[in-house]
C-alpha cells in the first residue's frame, strides 16, 4: 500500500553543489559551508547535495553524510535533495532507508548506470526506490550517463506513484518534454543548462543548474520570468549566459566550474579521480573573461 505524501513542491531554481576539496584530497567542509550560506541569500528553491556536479560517485557514504550535515548546517532553512544512484537495488534501498530522518526534500534518482535493463526493469528500479523512500522523487532522466533511456510511456506510467513527483530533464528529446509537461503529473525541471530557457518557455515549472553557482541572481530572476510568461524580459537577461554555459561544459562538470569558482577565492581548484581539473590556459582564460565580464556593474 502507498502511504500518503504530501504534494511537493520543486518548482524554481536549484543549485546542483559542487563539493570542495583541499589539496590532500579531504573534503574541505569550510569551503562547502560558505558557498552555501553565499547561494542561500540570493532567491534559489533549495539545493541538490551530492549529484553529478557534486562527485558524489567519489565520496563514501559518510563522507556523502557529513557533506548533506554541512549544507543542513549552513542554510537550514532551504529545502534539500539528495542524489541517490548505484546499481545494486538492494544497497540502493538500504541507502535510502539511511537518509529518513534528515529531513530531505526529496531524492534525485537516475537510472542504475551500466546495466541498461529494459523498460520494465527501468520502471520496477524506480518504483522500489519510491516504495523505501520517506520522500518524493525526482527521476533524474539523463541517458548519456547511465546508458539507459527512460522511454516517455515509462515515464507516464511512473508518473501514477504518489512519491516520483517530478524529473530532471537532460534526456535530449524535447517531445518527451512537451509530452510530460502537457501530462502535468510530473513536475519538469531543466537538467541541461544550455536548455533551461526553453524548457520554461515549454511550460517546466525550473531547473537544476550548475552553472547558477555563479550569476545565481541573474538565473533566478530568468527563471521567474520565465514562469510568469515574460519571454521578451527573460531572453534579454539570458542570452548573455550563454558563452559561460557553453565554457563551463567544454570540459566535464564540475572541472571547469570549480576553476571559476577557485579563481574567486571561494574554494581550491581539486577533484577527486578519475575527475581532472580544467588545465587548458586558453578555456580558463575563456571562462575568467566571461565570469568577469558578466559580474561588471
Known amino acids: 500500500m502507498h502511504s500518503s505524501t504530501p504534494t511537493p513542491d520543486f518548482s524554481g531554481l536549484w543549485i546542483p ?91 534525485l534518482v537516475p537510472a542504475p548506470s551500466y546495466i541498461r535493463p529494459s523498460q520494465a526493469g527501468l520502471a520496477a528500479w524506480f518504483e522500489a526506490i519510491a516504495e523505501a523512500s520517506a520522500v518524493p522523487l525526482l527521476v533524474y532522466d539523463i541517458p548519456y550517463r547511465t546508458g539507459a533511456t527512460i522511454a516517455r510511456e515509462t515515464l507516464l506510467s511512473l508518473a501514477a506513484h504518489p512519491r516520483i513527483r517530478g524529473i530532471k530533464d537532460c534526456g535530449g528529446d524535447m517531445a518527451k518534454t512537451r509530452a510530460l509537461v502537457a501530462d502535468g503529473r510530473l513536475q519538469v525541471l531543466a537538467g541541461e543548462d544550455a536548455q533551461l530557457f526553453g524548457t520554461l518557455a515549454e511550460g517546466g515549472v525550473g531547473a537544476i543548474a550548475a552553472s547558477a553557482h555563479l550569476q545565481t541572481a541573474t538565473f533566478v530572476q530568468i527563471v521567474q520570468l520565465l514562469r510568469e510568461g515574460r519571454l521578451a ?65
Open 233 to 297: 524580459e527573460a531572453r534579454t537577461l539570458w542570452q548573455p549566459l550563454l558563452p559561460l554555459i557553453e565554457a563551463l561544459f567544454a570540459e566535464p562538470n564540475p572541472g571547469p566550474l570549480k576553476a571559476v569558482l577557485a579563481n574567486e577565492g571561494w574554494m581550491q581548484d581539486a577533484l577527486r579521480a578519475p575527475m581532472t581539473r580544467t588545465e587548458s590556459g586558453p578555456l580558463r582564460e575563456r571562462l575568467f573573461r566571461t565570469q568577469a565580464a558578466l559580474s561588471r556593474p
Open 17 to 107: 553543489l559542487v563539493t570542495p576539496f583541499r589539496k590532500d584530497g579531504a573534503i574541505d567542509h569550510d569551503a562547502l559551508a560558505a558557498l552555501v550560506a553565499r547561494l542561500a541569500s540570493t532567491g534559489i528553491a533549495g539545493f541538490v547535495v551530492c549529484g553529478s556536479t557534486g562527485e558524489a560517485a567519489a565520496l563514501d557514504g559518510d563522507e556523502q553524510l557529513a557533506v548533506l550535515a554541512t549544507v543542513a548546517k549552513a542554510a537550514p532553512a532551504l529545502p534539500r535533495i539528495m542524489g541517490v544512484s548505484g546499481y545494486h537495488l538492494g544497497k540502493t534501498l538500504a541507502w535510502v532507508r539511511q537518509l529518513h530522518d534528515w529531513g530531505l526534500a526529496g531524492l
